[in-house]
C-alpha cells in the first residue's frame, strides 16, 4: 500500500510525475503547507510523525514514512524495477544515477537558494559549487545528451529536470538553448501531462 503527501504546484509535483511514469496505485493525500511568499499554512503536528519538518513530498509504503525527494525516488525505482526508471545495482549507470538524485537536492538547489538570496559563496566552505559553475556543468551535460543517463530517460531526469519549468519561466534558470531543448525533451513525456492534470487539490 502506497500513499502519496502532495501539495499542489510544489516540489512534490516531481513524485506526482513520477508515480504517473510508474504507472502503479497509489492514494493520494494533500497536504496543506507554507509558501515562499507566506501564504498557506503548515499541517498539523500529526503530519509531523510523517514529515518532521511538515514538507512535502513525503510517502508511505507498508506503514513506513519516506521523506526527501531523491530518497522517495531511488526507493520508489528500487520497488518497481520493471518498469526500469532507475538503474539497477550492477548496472555501470547506477553511480551517475544516485550522483545525480543526490547532486539535486545537495548541490543544485542550494547553489541556486545562494545565488539569489545574496549569500555569496565560500569557495570550500560549503557542500555546493559556485551556482555558474553548477549551471554550466548542467547546460554542458544536457547540450551532449538527451538526458542526464545519456539516451536513458530515468527518474533522475524528473528529479532534477522537473523544477527547471518553474525556474526558466521564473528566469532564475537562464534561458538558453540547452535548457530549453532539454525541458521540451522530458516535458513532451505523456506521464508529465498526466501529472500536470493531477497536480490540484
Ligand atoms: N529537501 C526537501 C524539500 C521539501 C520542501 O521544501 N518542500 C516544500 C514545498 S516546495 C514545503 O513543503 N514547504 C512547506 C514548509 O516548509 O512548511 C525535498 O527535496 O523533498
Redesign the pocket.
Known amino acids: 500500500m502506497l500513499t502519496f503527501y502532495h ?1 499542489p504546484r ?3 509535483f516531481r513524485i506526482l510525475w513520477l508515480l504517473e511514469e510508474l504507472g502503479v496505485p497509489y492514494d493520494r493525500k494533500i497536504v496543506s ?2 509558501r515562499g511568499d507566506g501564504t498557506g499554512e ?1 499541517e498539523g503536528p500529526a503530519y509531523r510523525n510523517i514529515h518532521p ?5 513525503a510517502i508511505i509504503h507498508n506503514g513506513v514514512p519516506i ?3 531523491p530518497a522517495i525516488a531511488l526507493f520508489l525505482t528500487d520497488l518497481f524495477p520493471e518498469t526500469d526508471l532507475g538503474p539497477k545495482i550492477g548496472d555501470p549507470l547506477r553511480g551517475p544515477y544516485l550522483s545525480w538524485l543526490s547532486y539535486t ?1 545537495g548541490v543544485f538547489e542550494p547553489a541556486l537558494t545562494a545565488k539569489y538570496t545574496n549569500m555569496g559563496h565560500k569557495y570550500g566552505a560549503f557542500g555546493w559549487g559556485p551556482f555558474d559553475e553548477v549551471i554550466g556543468h548542467i547546460g554542458n551535460i544536457v547540450s551532449k545528451n538527451q538526458f542526464l543517463l545519456g539516451n536513458k530517460f530515468s527518474a533522475a531526469d524528473i528529479v532534477l529536470g522537473g523544477s527547471m519549468p518553474f525556474l526558466i519561466t521564473t528566469k532564475l534558470l537562464p534561458d538558453t538553448e540547452p535548457f530549453k531543448s532539454y525541458i521540451a525533451r522530458i516535458t513532451a513525456r505523456p506521464a508529465y501531462s498526466a501529472a500536470k492534470a493531477k497536480d490540484r487539490m
Not at 519538518?53 to 513530498?57: D, G, I, Q, R, S
Open positions: 501539495a510544489s516540489r512534490s503547507i507554507r503548515s519538518h511538515a514538507k512535502v513530498p521523506f526527501e525527494t537536492t
